[in-house]
């Protein structure tokens, strides 16, 4: 159903609006098709998908924090990364994550997921090989963690669209701020 | 009884400040953010320290004369809020105006960057003030005392 709901139940607690997905991946590619179009480099546009994921984290990271009901502090990294992909993913994207390959030091994990609704009609010609496409979602984690006071970097490892099996987000604690 | 209202970012910024029963005036409101601030930031080091388990949060304190209310959001933020000492636990106020009035009028509006102040004509006013007018114990706040 494509309308916009905006649902109030008896306790007055609101519930997620939800949006067509087809429409959203529609909607994301017209986006990065005219990056293409504008940049004309498909690391440059990659860039600028995470710059924009960025700053869509840092307010949506709010909107998850109240809905989740986690308002308060995150004091550990581990606790945060896995809200962020178990709750978080399935939020705002309506898919489920699992976090694999921890480092030693619990400073370093992979988000992996199987389906990504951003890419759902997407294949990649040969030109633009070194695009990563959903590169947004790195933006996102990198700026919904920052807001939490842990800097990040976050980048795609593997890809559907690139051939691999799965997707894997492959995220990285630089600093506890 | 509510008196006044504070959102203060994580850096000591204060993003929003009303009053609506302050009987004892202060003569530079910016001193008065600041001191807040230092106050909920020394209290919240101090709580932390003290408690048997980490994570502590400040909720409430009481003197004899007033109470004072603090929501200390994961991302920094701090909503605190002075009302008279028969108000109890008021922590669902504060995550309602967080969640409910907060990020819906002012996260949420793309024109408005984090580190900006909440002007005073802003919906985020209008809805806030519709909000604690409903709570009986914070008794008639429709018209902010002008003396």
Request: aromatic share 10%; glycine share 6%; net charge negative.
């Amino acid at each position: 159903k494509g309308e916009k709901m905006l649902k109030k139940d008896a306790g007055n607690v609101r519930v997620l609006e939800k949006v067509n997905s087809e429409l959203f991946s529609l909607t994301y590619g017209a986006i990065v098709t005219q990056l293409l179009n504008d940049f004309d480099d498909p690391i440059e546009v990659s860039a600028q998908l995470d710059k924009m994921g960025y700053n869509i984290g840092q307010r949506i990271v709010e909107e998850f924090l109240a809905k989740s009901n986690a308002v308060t502090k995150c004091t550990e990294f581990k606790e945060a990364i896995v809200a962020l992909s178990k709750s978080g993913f399935k939020m705002f994207l309506g898919v489920n994550a699992q976090l694999s390959n921890w480092s030693n030091d619990e400073t370093e994990v992979s988000i992996v997921f199987d389906e990504n609704p951003l890419s759902e009609f997407v294949e990649l010609s040969e030109k633009h090989r070194s695009l990563s496409f959903s590169n947004v979602l790195c933006g996102v984690i990198r700026g919904a963690l920052e807001m939490v006071f842990f800097r990040t970097t976050a980048m795609f490892v593997k890809d559907v669209l690139k051939g691999d099996d799965i997707n894997e987000i492959r995220v990285v604690l630089k600093e506890k701020m | 009884m509510l008196y006044n209202f504070y959102i203060l970012s994580g850096t000591g910024k204060c993003l929003y400040y009303e009053e609506w029963q302050r009987t004892k005036k202060v003569n530079s409101p910016e001193e008065d953010q600041k001191l807040m601030f230092g106050l909920m930031h020394s209290l919240t080091a101090f709580v932390t320290k003290l408690s048997p388990k980490p994570g502590a949060n400040l909720v409430h304190f009481t003197t004899d004369t007033f109470r004072c209310h603090v929501l200390h959001a994961a991302t920094g933020h701090m909503f605190v809020m002075n009302t008279d000492i028969n108000v109890g636990d008021s922590r669902d106020v504060l995550r309602h105006i967080y969640s409910e009035i907060y990020i819906e009028t002012v996260v949420k509006n793309p024109l408005h960057a984090k580190t900006d102040t909440i002007t005073s004509n802003s919906l985020f006013k209008s809805e806030l003030n519709a909000y604690l007018s409903q709570i009986p114990q914070f008794g008639n706040i429709a018209q902010p005392q002008q003396s």
